[in-house]
């Protein structure tokens, strides 16, 4: 029967058996985090359809920074340096594997005045705005000496480190912004918004960046630049968190903080989150993240800058946007919708084994590729590209989306962010620190000759694109006798598979857990707040 009123509260199970047990009203009240807004009827999701799209642009000027320094940037930069200094860059996105070190700071200092989220979600945005102002007009020139990879990650180290930041600030967020009802689409809003801010980054800017693909689909005449530097592409960046922090900081209004739980100074903060640490289940899931990715780490690493060096344009991987954005909008709807349900984790565990199939699949198809020295792509390798791309979206998003929608079921609100950012902190990195270790092994594997030319050409080393030019330069040609991507990616399959078999049941006892057991426990001797 339809509602008299327009607008009314979803009460939770909590509530309902205060109602039902008067006795137990103040119990309850002290357990239970601030009140959810109301819940509109009469509007999509209860009203909560801008909250929603608030949250994807926040999780999108994320994903901004995160498509340079995993995508466009390390493809950019293995023109000038070898594998093993393109693992040194990795390391610029330690902070999102190292965030729970300060992450209670950020949920226990701040401003009431300007909002508990908003206070840290301001700073950190504007300053990331004016950093990448301040980078565009030295990023080319960085890149294209060598020799400056040590600067470029200590800079980009930076960079990250406020965006992670802006992260923890966005996650706790999450957890207020939306109604009880609806937490559950808070994955898929920072599904949506990371895979759109990395794709902008990444496959986007990379096509716009691509002489060749410009001077084939966007002009007429051709030019030997594309039409989009990465110097002007990190100035507009810039202009849009300063603009998009502004708009924010105006019309978005954050409810005061009013804690459920005892006074959130830091010291209590950080004693949280060591009671997180100490929790069984998570201990438990600790163990998966930390080393899930390991079967992964050398194909996502690799395999197209493997491509590329065979001869795959840029403009190609390029093309991959337009094609893959639309079906990566999709996947992360259906993996948000799916992980949703009774079993979060089922689609994580099936895009697992799914993933180890695709990364199988994409090595093979990196030994077959042809090596192509007129742009040409033979049409079957090109589909095959394409659609191996497009399955290694859908297997990622859908882990990704059912990891969020997890770690945002199981969190303990009186914690606010703190738990959440523990755990998507362990994710991280898990899945950054194979990434060195593979790219060093690959490298060390990996000999390459010069063949060819005059006597000088013995003594030249290939592992660099200088290298190679001057390889040309004496008459011959960088040939590659042992690759050791396939020795390395073959291991990490095996290691996938014995992983798999061994978690499988560990995991799925973790999806069937209670809530009550991911509770931290009250801390002795913490200073209640008064009413």
Not at 30 to 40: E, M, N, Q
Not at 159 to 175: E, F, K, M, P, R
Not at 253 to 275: C, H, N
Not at 418 to 429: E, G, K, Q, R, S
Request: charge should be positive; proline fraction near 5%; aromatic fraction near 10%.
């Amino acid at each position: 029967m339809p509602s008299t009123s327009a607008t009314r509260r979803v009460p939770s199970a909590e509530h309902k058996q205060a109602d039902e047990d008067p006795q137990q009203t103040t119990k309850q009240q002290h357990k239970l985090p601030p009140p959810s807004r109301v819940w509109r009827e009469d509007l999509p999701f209860g009203g909560d359809l801008l909250n929603m799209a608030i949250l994807v642009v926040l999780y999108t000027l994320q994903g901004i920074p995160l498509g340079l320094l995993l995508g466009s940037v390390p493809f950019i930069l293995k023109k000038h340096v070898s594998y093993t200094e393109l693992g040194i860059f990795s390391f610029a996105a330690y902070p999102y594997s190292l965030k729970f070190l300060w992450s209670p700071i950020v949920d226990s200092v701040f401003s009431n005045r300007v909002g508990r989220r908003k206070s840290w979600i301001i700073p950190m945005q504007i300053t990331v705005g004016c950093l990448l102002m301040l980078l565009s007009g030295s990023i080319e020139q960085l890149i294209e000496n060598g020799n400056n990879v040590a600067l470029l990650t200590s800079l980009f180290f930076a960079l990250i480190l406020l965006i992670a930041t802006q992260d923890i600030a966005v996650d706790g967020w999450a957890l207020t912004i939306l109604h009880r009802t609806n937490i559950g689409y808070g994955s898929t809003c920072q599904s949506l918004g990371q895979m759109f801010g990395y794709l902008l980054s990444f496959t986007v800017f990379l096509a716009l960046h691509s002489a060749d693909f410009c001077n084939k689909w966007i002009r007429t005449v051709p030019e030997p630049v594309g039409v989009l530097r990465l110097s002007d592409y990190m100035f507009s960046c810039g202009v849009a968190f300063v603009v998009v922090t502004v708009v924010v900081w105006v019309f978005k209004k954050e409810e005061p903080f009013q804690s459920a739980d005892e006074d959130l100074t830091i010291s209590v903060a950080y004693k949280k989150v060591g009671s997180v640490l100490k929790l069984n289940h998570v201990k438990s899931l600790m163990a998966v993240l930390l080393t899930a990715r390991i079967a992964f780490a050398a194909s996502d690493s690799v395999s197209v800058l493997k491509l590329m060096e065979k001869g795959l344009p840029e403009e190609y991987i390029g093309m991959l946007a337009v094609i893959q954005f639309p079906f990566d909008s999709l996947f992360a709807y259906l993996a948000g919708r799916w992980a949703s349900g009774k079993k979060p984790l089922q689609p994580w565990i099936t895009g697992y084994a799914f993933r180890l199939c695709v990364t199988a699949c994409t090595a093979m198809l990196v030994y077959h590729f042809p090596t192509v020295s007129n742009g040409v792509v033979p049409w079957p390798y090109l589909v095959a590209v394409v659609c191996m791309s497009l399955l290694t979206s859908f297997t990622s998003t859908l882990m990704f989306a059912s990891q969020c929608a997890f770690f945002n079921r199981v969190s303990d609100e009186t914690i606010g962010g703190a738990y959440v950012t523990v755990l998507n902190t362990v994710a991280n990195f898990g899945s950054q620190w194979p990434k060195f270790i593979m790219l060093w092994l690959v490298d060390k594997l990996t000999h390459k000759v010069c063949v060819g030319g005059d006597s000088s050409s013995k003594s030249i080393l290939c592992d660099k694109d200088a290298g190679s030019k001057l390889c040309e330069q004496a008459g011959g040609s960088c040939t590659v006798m042992t690759d050791g991507f396939f020795a390395v990616v073959a291991v990490s399959l095996c290691i996938g598979v014995c992983w798999l078999l061994v978690m499988h049941k560990r995991i799925d006892s973790l999806q069937h857990s209670k809530k009550e057991e991911w509770k931290c426990p009250p801390l002795s001797g913490a200073k209640k707040r008064q009413a």
